[in-house]
């Protein structure tokens, strides 16, 4: 922060010298914020991780980026993490995912790169579809019954090669979990998680819903 003075100019960039123009003050204080260059690495992280599944697979491009930011903050940072990496996006026939670059309050992105793709190694993995049949309500209000009226899923899971050679349809099961849905009534569809009996090393590829009948 500095002291300056205050000068007057006119509309071609000359100094107003007019005796009768009279400023309110003379001088004010003016705060300059310092910013530091810097370039960074972009690391991704998982939204969810599967046990056994690190970061280790994930491959960022651009690698890095060059933001400025005020001294105070930027001098001991050496990464930014991405958003998050949701892998239910992720198969075989889209390994690469985009991924938004979100800086500090009062940071500048100098490269003006905002997304980053992440590369999902897969090696050693499988991508296998079942047919669910194992469909079941946790967490409804009480008082409220949850009817399930869908009677089988389509869904489609990876999973380490070892695990993935002996599942079955019978190793997989769909929940729904109504936790606060009070409101809900009549017909619905529900959103549903498919999980792997003994196993959290697997995970569901896309989004999945049941069809319901709420009393």
């Known amino acids: 922060t500095v002291s300056a003075k205050l000068v007057a ?10 005796d009768n123009l009279q400023l309110s003050a003379s001088k004010v204080d003016v705060t300059i914020p310092v910013y530091l260059r810097k370039t960074l690495d972009l690391t991704a992280t998982l939204s969810k991780t599967p046990t056994g599944f690190g970061a280790s697979r994930l491959e960022v491009t651009p690698s890095r980026i060059e933001v400025a930011g005020p001294e105070d903050s930027i001098t001991d940072m050496t990464e930014l993490s991405l958003e998050p ?34 590369k999902v190694d897969l090696d050693g ?73 003994g196993s959290t090393s697997c995970w569901a590829v896309g989004k999945y819903t049941i069809s319901a009948y709420i009393s």
């Open 9 to 18: 100019y006119d509309q071609y960039g000359m100094v107003i010298t007019d």
């Open 85 to 118: 990496v949701d892998l239910s996006q992720v198969d075989f026939n889209n390994p690469v995912l985009e991924a938004d670059v979100t800086l500090p309050s009062g940071f500048k992105n100098v490269s003006n790169v905002w997304t980053a793709q992440v």
């Open 125 to 197: 993995y499988s991508q296998k579809s079942f047919t669910v049949t194992n469909i079941s309500v946790i967490n409804a209000s009480k008082g409220h019954s949850v009817d399930v009226l869908t009677g089988s899923v389509n869904v489609t899971l990876i999973g380490p090669d070892s695990i993935m050679s002996q599942l079955t349809a019978d190793d997989l099961y769909m929940q729904v979990d109504m936790t606060g849905q009070t409101e809900l009534s009549g017909s619905a569809e529900l959103a549903a998680t498919v999980g792997v009996t």
